[in-house]
């Protein structure tokens, strides 16, 4: 990864626009990470534009730059670097109109998913909690000064991809990082409130929804639960809205995999998620998605329950593979 550092560094040197991208349907890690690095390299007096085809949702709306984030390119713009961050593929931004390698004339990955594709010119991936902790890591190297803001947005990427440090990839090195932020003076209990102790009416009337209606397979060890088009758009509630149903599932005693269900224009987009020892992203690779081990996701055309029954069938197969289930 160091080799991987001093070319990121010798980039800069000559680099002065720059696009900044996350993922479709951004998590807290895709918006910190974008507008953290994003800012950093603002400070150096870079030109930076940043790019999510979704909207950044309301909960990290509090965050320092997200006014500037833009659903596209501008046209005819070009940049002399373009870093992608949060994704294990290109194709993740969710952009399938613009050739970004024509547009940048370089490409770096800053990503922490083990199923990366090492799509860069540049591919700075490496083991860690989040691509958060990755840009973190890039800004020492570089020595790049932090302030208040960059640690906001570095803090929420964070704690939103270590289950705010209650998942397995929190380490020692994560509670160090948060330690070191935490010291730019950023207000963690107000991070956190936000975060995770504050839901919108809309959003308490899906998880309702959802869990009126959860199935099980697998002598109860497979949970899932489906949101379809017709109940988002009854309740008038957005992609948002359903964000941690999957956890909900996860938590019920007895299960190993929950799944999420949603249909979107068409698509049925599955959120994976594994309580001990079964491996998500290879059920989600199945259906042309990944992730990590305990959470991934995953989409494809519908019907929704065709869709359903394929994949329960194939999360069956894992299971039985690792003895859970008797044949």
Known sequence: MKNSLEQIKELLRKANTVLVAGHSDPDGDSIGSMLGLGQLLERQGKTVSYLCVDAVPRVYSFLPGTDKVKKNVPFNQTFDAMFVV?????????????????????????????????????????????????????????????????AECLYVGLITDTGNFRYENTSVKTFRMAAELMEFGINTHDITTRIY???????????????????????????????TSDMMEQVGAMGEDVVGIVDHLRSIEGVEVA????????????????????????????????????????????????????VIAETEKHLQALKYLVI
């Open 259 to 310: 799944i999420f269900f949603r249909e979107k224009d068409g698509v049925i987009k599955m959120n994976f998620r594994s309580k001990n020892r079964v491996n998500v992203s290879e059920i989600a690779r199945k259906f042309g998605g990944g992730g990590h081990i305990k959470a991934a996701g995953a989409g494809m055309p519908g019907p929704i329950e065709k869709v359903e029954a394929l």
């Open 86 to 150: 949060d994704s294990s593929d290109l194709s993740r931004i969710g952009d399938k109109t613009t050739d970004f390698r024509a547009i940048a004339k370089k490409i770096v990955n800053l990503d922490h998913h083990p199923d990366n594709t090492q799509f860069g010119d540049i591919n700075c991936v490496g083991s860690a909690s989040s691509a958060a902790e990755v840009v973190f890591d890039l800004a020492v190297y570089l020595k790049l000064p932090f302030d208040k803001q960059v």
């Open 197 to 227: 102790d504050t839901r919108t009416v809309k959003a308490v009337k899906m998880a309702a929804m959802a869990l009126a209606n959860i199935q099980f397979a697998g002598d109860g060890k497979i949970c899932w639960a489906a949101i």
